[in-house]
Every structure is written in C-alpha cells, then in structure tokens.
C-alpha cells in the first residue's frame, strides 16, 4: 500500500499527531494508545461501568440504544478477528448505532483496483464513523489525516477508530485492558473482587495497594510482535511506581523493543528483561512478584520460513502457564492474555482456566464496554448518558457510584 504522501506526517514526534486528533479534552480519533492519558481513561472506565449498570435492565438498554441510533458505522476489518470486531459490534449495538462491514477486500472494489484510501472516504459517505484493522502498520494513521484534510477544506470527515494496525499499535486492547486492570485492582466489583477482599488481601500481603499504581507487570511470551503488549505497556508507563517485567525467549525479534524500553525508562518504570517465567528479579521469583501477569502467544503469522526455522531451536516450555506456576502467583494477581491463545502451544492451558486469577474471559467481555464507553466519548455524547442515568435511578452517576 502506498503511504508515501503521509510520509511527513508520519515521520513527526507522536506529541505533534496527538494535538491532531483531539478536540479539547475529546479524542477525535482514536489511533495510538498514547491518547490514552490516565484522566482519558479514568473517564472511560467510569463511562463503561454506567454503561454496564444501564444495561443490566431490559429499559436501561432500551434507553441506551436510543443514545446512537441515529448513528452508522463501518467495521472495515482486513486482517482477521474474532473479540476486536464482535466487541466493537456489540458495543455499537447496546449504543443503537447501525453497523456494517467490509471484511474481505476481494468482495469490494478493491478488485478492481480501487485504493484502500478511496474505499475509506467512500465509507465516509454512508457512515459516521469507521472502526478498521489491517495488517498494514500505518494505515489508521494515514485515514486519520485524510479526515483532518478533508475536514479543513470543509468536506465530510468521520472519526477513525484503530482496531488493531499491523504489529504497531492496538489501542483499544489497552483500554479494555486497563479497564480490567483498574477493575481488579480497585476490588469493587461485588461477585468477584469485592472490597471485603481487599482488606483479606492487605492482611496477607501489606503493600497491596488500591488501584494501578504501585504495582508490578509481567509481560511474557512474543513481546517484540505482539501490538497489545507495546500499547498496554505505553499506558501503564503513566502510572506511579510500576515495574515491568519482560519475559521473552531469547531471540531479539521477539524480544522488548529497544525504543519502547527507553521511553518506559525515561517514564521512570523500572523495567526488567528477564528469559524464563521461572527467573528472578531483585532476587525473588517473577511469579512470586508480580501483581499481574500478561500472556501472549507467538505470533506465528508473522514468520518467515528463516525465523520459524531459528524459532525451532527455542525451548519454549519457559513462557508457558503450568498449575505449579500459577500456584506461585499472588492470591489476587489477575492473569490477563490478549486472546487468541494458541491451542496447540498452549501458552495457558485450559486447565487454568478455573482458577480465581484466570481473567481473560472477563477482560474480554470488559471490551464491549469500554469500546461502547469509547464510542459514545468519541459521539460527544456522554452528558446524555449521564442524563439517561439520573433519570433512571434517581441520582447523578458520581452519587451512585462512588
Ligand atoms: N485481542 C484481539 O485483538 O483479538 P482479535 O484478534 O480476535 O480481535
């Protein structure tokens, strides 16, 4: 795909693209997850938590989809999928909005040569929004500025939506990922993480505090691929007193990126690189520090035949989830992963599944609504979601959940 005319923008400092496309305090399109700065996500968390409380009833939903049903959107997804598109749908769904896709460019004109950029300004015309993924790094970046460019001559222009953009950025797995993340670590979710347990857990371990801070995050698995680990990663940096841990086999391409380690380091996280699940840091085992555990699997739709030749040669029993590992782990340390797993390497067998820790179909699920929470940011339409919901229960949406 050729990109070159957007080469100047490209090649500009990631604080120049990100004045760009905000509007104030609201994202107008939503492509790096440094967008995602900690009082952006502390309101999109709350947003999807009123947005979860709504729609626990057959009339809170009702009302909810009544908040963009005058809305269109297009899922323009290029390179596979499974929760990232279905999530997106369903959000779109509780919120009313109309959705349609593009899955496959060979049912498109495409086919007949026609640009993937004029495809996106043709979906422009028929949507008000569109959420896209493709396995070209730069492209959602690229369909931000001609947006921009068309909006400053006065032409329509819709928010773009990164749904996952080559091995660069996934920016909206952060933010379901942190959703998760403060979730748990806030322990007021009633059935699974209630605060009674919280006080359990300080008995048991002191420095437990509420919240992402103060924390320690092991990454493991392919580290130097995988975009929802660089995402993720870039977030958390924003928090106090964190420490990273990156476990990855040794091979550099599937190893931390050098440019990401030093933006963390220049953050202040303490970052550590570390070559087994079982290794130690500061003298005690990983597992047994860590407060949370990121899983990835290798990614091996990015291999040529040379690296899955030299990947051969690694023992990759090191970044697998065994019951004895996880027997290791903090009684309250959730254990995320990104999905899919692979089922044949089993970076985390199903027989952990069961177990409390176990987190990622939950952080899943939490993906619906914070990309329904997204959505609605993006709208401009949350102060009607906070109408919506006094008059629902009675009181503001700070009253009720605080
Ligand atoms: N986590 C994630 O992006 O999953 P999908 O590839 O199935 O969308």
Known sequence: MDLSAFQWQLDRPIRMKTAEFQKEDRLTHCIFAAQLTRPLLDKLCFIAELIRVLSRTKEGSNKLRELLSHKRAMLYFTQPSTRTFLSFMAACQILGITCN????????????????????????????????????????????????????????????????????????????????????????????????????????????????????????????????????????????NVTMCFIAPEDETLQLDPDLRDNLIGKGVNVYELDSLDATVNGKPVLEEADCLYMTRIQKEHDTPELAARYQQLDLSHYKLTLDRVSHMKDYAPILHPFPRDSEEAEIPTDIDNDPRAMYFRQARNGMWARAALLLHIADAVDHLNVLYKEFYGVSAEESLQ
């Open 101 to 240: 896709d593009v899955r496959d460019p060979s049912v498109s004109s495409e086919v007949k040569k026609e640009s993937p950029m004029d495809s996106i300004r043709m979906f422009s015309s028929y949507f008000d929004l569109i959420i896209m993924r493709s396995n070209v790094s730069k492209f959602a970046e690229c369909c931000a500025y001609q947006m921009n460019d068309l909006a400053q001559n006065s032409m329509r222009s819709v928010p773009i939506i990164n749904g996952g953009a080559g091995s660069d950025e996934h920016p909206t797995q952060a933010l379901l990922d942190m959703y998760t993340i403060e979730r748990t670590f806030q322990f007021d979710h009633k059935e699974n993480s209630p605060r009674s347990r919280y006080m359990e857990m300080r008995r048991k371990y002191s420095d437990l505090t509420l919240g992402p801070d103060n924390k320690t995050y092991a990454f493991c698995g392919d580290l130097g691929r995988g975009r929802t680990v660089r995402s993720l990663a870039t977030v958390l940096g924003q928090y106090k």
